[in-house]
Every structure is written in structure tokens, then in C-alpha cells.
């Protein structure tokens, strides 16, 4: 028999999850047209140049939108936030 208590005794709740890294780390990922749709809703991108890469927050919340991933790295190293990667 297995004993699960350390299983228990370390379970980190859902709402730790969500602020995890805010302030912290910044996620920088190729964005698509549908991505662009789901993060501006109300945004009209019917003619318009869109950006290929994005910034988010830990939380997702949008930081930049620009056309090269350099300038997404640079955009969290200025801001002071460890960019990764999403894949």
C-alpha cells in the first residue's frame, strides 16, 4: 500500500496557480488570427497588418503584440520579466 500523505500535505490550490509567476515571467508565443480574435474581441482585424508574436503575462493578460519574437523577448527584458517560451 502506498502512502499518499505527502501527495496531500503539498497540493497547491487552483487560485495559486493563476498568479503564479505574475511580475515575474512573461510568455512569448506566435500568435494566429484566431488568437488575436480570442485576446482583442472587440478588435476590427478585418484589413488590418497583424502581428505574428505576442507577450502575455503569466496570467495571459496581453503586454505587446509585435512582428518579430526579438522584439517580444526585448519587450520582457525591459519590462524586467523572464521571457519563455510556449509551445
Do not use: C
Request: charged share 25%; net charge negative.
Amino acid at each position: 500500500m502506498s502512502d499518499n500523505r505527502f501527495v496531500h500535505e503539498h497540493v497547491t490550490p487552483k487560485e495559486n496557480f493563476e498568479t503564479m509567476g505574475v511580475g515575474h515571467v512573461a510568455y512569448v508565443r506566435r500568435i494566429s488570427r484566431s488568437d488575436l480574435r480570442v485576446l482583442f474581441p472587440d478588435a476590427d482585424l478585418q484589413d488590418a497588418d497583424l502581428p505574428e508574436w505576442a507577450l502575455l503575462s503569466a496570467d495571459g493578460v496581453p503586454i505587446i503584440l509585435t512582428d518579430t519574437r526579438a522584439a517580444a523577448v526585448a519587450s520582457a527584458i525591459a519590462n524586467e520579466l523572464k521571457p519563455v517560451s510556449v509551445h
